[in-house]
């Protein structure tokens, strides 16, 4: 599973608990809330109306007076309104009457007139001087008929002579509990999906950042010229970075000293014993030497310093460029115009070799105009010492994509096998078929090193129609 997953099924998991924890918390507090308002307001409207029954009651007109009449009318009335979206035609408010001994005298139902409610706890604990108040279901298996009793005393200065109860169902409040769970749900819901938005693209942007810095060491690893990754929002990911590319630097300057030394050694044996031997013979044998014989020591002295001097000097253009991990002062550079400058510059080399190519494509990249001139000038000067006289080699110009190709066909001998993994490697190099001779073995591990800081590769293989063809891949802008 991959690592930006992982932190997404993570924070997924803890956001989507936090969030049905928070849910379930507020929803259970919905009902009970809206509940207990629901008792406040009754507890008023109960006092209330004790008061106003209170002349009523006392004088015994509670059958025919205001009071009751006011309730009848109250019981018929069409309120015609619209709380809060939800329609109201008709009222849930039911008041019944008790005297001092619990026995109903007035009820806006009619239903329970005469009726023994002592026992009830709204009018028991009325009765002796405490809050009455209960919530009894009209139906004992059905939760949802559930009405809230609310009681207050009928007095006369100070004695309780009677008791005055309002209810109320509470599937009167359910429309608007049911509206507050709805809109808590689904704006729990909104938060919950903009949560996770945010964890993914958190994660996203983690994940990415580890991902450059993986692809960073794996290209470390594997020994290429990149430059160190930078994270502007990363401060940890940045400073993480900078250390593998410091350490980078510490342990390629250490393996880079040891693989050249040991190169360089082994590639100046051969021209130091050629030197040695040559100025020995010439010291003490010098006077007897004729003429002929003192200018070809002398000579070979001269050509085996050249060469020295050659692979010093490659060494270090070499170790310039591997030194760097990008381009600098780049600007667009036209390969057609530098094949052609390339081609130009070799043809005295050429000699009865043809070089032939078709009209190059228009073919813009950014990247050092210098640069790209070695290496592709290195990769026509090895067709031509490999190309016998009178051969011919073809270059073709190509764009496919995002990238461009160049492929330079020589027809000489196909390469060894053997060798066909070796050819960039450091002083390896095979005899050129006219001379026999080696080269320093240190061109096309500058090619390639040149061609890997713009982005782009090369490869050598034999041809399947004979010879050898060299291939070039850079990016196009």
Known sequence: MRFSLRIFLGYFLLVGLLAAFLLRLVGDEIKPAVRQSSEEVLVDTANLLAELVQPDFVAGRLDDGR????IKLFAERNPQAKVWG??????????????????VILD????????????????????????????????RYDESTTVMHVAAPITKGKEIIGVLTVARPNWAMQPFIERSENKLWRAGLILLAVGLMIGGLF?????HGISKLTTFARAVSEGQAVAVPHFSANRELTTLAAALGNMRERLEGKA???????????????????????AEILFEEGRELNEGDHQRFTSHIRQE????????????????????HGLKDTKPVDIAKLLDEVINALSPQA?????????????????????LTQAIRNLLQNALDFTPEHGQIDIKLTIEAQSLQIAIHNQGEPIPDYALTRLFERFYSLPRPATGQ????????LTRTMLELHGGSVSLANHVEGGVVASVCLPLD
């Open 86 to 103: 939800v329609a109201r035609d008709k009222t849930f408010l039911r008041v019944y009457i008790t005297d001092a001994k619990g026995k």
């Open 67 to 70: 009071f009751a009449r006011a």
């Open 351 to 371: 000699g009865s070799r043809q070089i032939l190519h078709a009209p190059w494509p228009s073919a813009i990249i950014h990247g050092e105009a210098f640069l």
């Open 256 to 278: 880079y000293v040891e693989n050249y030394v040991h190169g360089l050694t082994h590639e100046l044996k051969s021209p130091l014993a050629g030197i040695r031997g040559a």
């Open 203 to 207: 994660s996203w942007w983690l994940s």
């Open 305 to 324: 310093t050249a060469r020295m001097q050659q692979i010093v000097d490659r060494l270090l253009q070499l170790a310039t460029l591997e030194a760097r």
């Open 438 to 445: 080696k080269s320093t073995g240190l061109g096309l591990a």
């Open 108 to 139: 806006s139902t009619g239903l329970a007139v005469g009726q023994d409610y002592s026992q009830w706890r709204d009018v028991y604990l009325t009765l002796r001087g405490q809050y009455g108040a209960r919530s009894s279901p009209m139906d």
